[in-house]
């Protein structure tokens, strides 16, 4: 929270108004090389284990390159997600080729996954406040005691 003048004030005046300004979070953004085999992807993984040894890493996985997305590189992104989740953090990956979104789909990792087709995209949507729904609404006193009846 800073203090600013408010327009039209006169800052001798001293009557300051208090805004908030909304912090903004610092992404890094990180370019997958054009394969990834395992030695390439160990070392991949060293150079971003620094933008996650943080408090809640927001890291975007920059796709375009990646040729193939083989057995390597599925769990280079699998390990890549892990660290940040452990920290509280995500891992958003942008402008996967279709051949490397097919690749993710039919080993049914997509969904851990948000994917953007713009590496800005992703980098926006870290900063983007995202509304919390309930899964299930919830239920009255009525239903409860249903419920509970019912057992």
């Given amino acids: 929270m800073k203090l600013i003048a408010l327009p039209g004030k006169d800052s001798k005046n001293l009557d300051w108004g208090l805004r908030m300004t909304p912090r903004t979070r610092a992404v890094s953004v990180k370019?997958?090389?054009e394969?990834?085999?395992m030695k390439r992807g160990r070392l991949f993984f060293r150079e971003l284990e620094s933008c996650m040894n943080v408090e809640r890493p927001c890291?975007?996985?920059?796709c375009s390159r990646l040729q193939e997305m083989d057995p390597h590189a599925?769990?280079?992104l699998l390990c890549c997600l892990e660290g940040a989740i452990k920290r509280n953090g995500d891992v958003r990956?942008?402008?996967l080729s279709p051949a490397?979104?097919?690749a993710m789909e039919s080993a049914r990792i997509?969904?851990?996954f948000r994917i953007?087709?713009?590496v800005a995209d992703a980098e926006e949507s870290f900063q983007r406040r995202i509304a919390h729904t309930l899964p299930h609404p919830p239920r009255s006193c009525d239903e409860r005691e249903q419920s509970v009846n019912a057992a």
Avoid at 59 to 62: E, R, T
């Fill in 31 to 33: 370019q997958l090389p």
């Fill in 35 to 37: 394969k990834l085999d």
């Fill in 59 to 62: 890291i975007v996985l920059d």
């Fill in 74 to 76: 599925l769990h280079l």
């Fill in 93 to 95: 990956l942008a402008a």
């Fill in 100 to 102: 490397a979104r097919q």
């Fill in 110 to 112: 997509d969904r851990l």
């Fill in 116 to 118: 953007f087709d713009t």
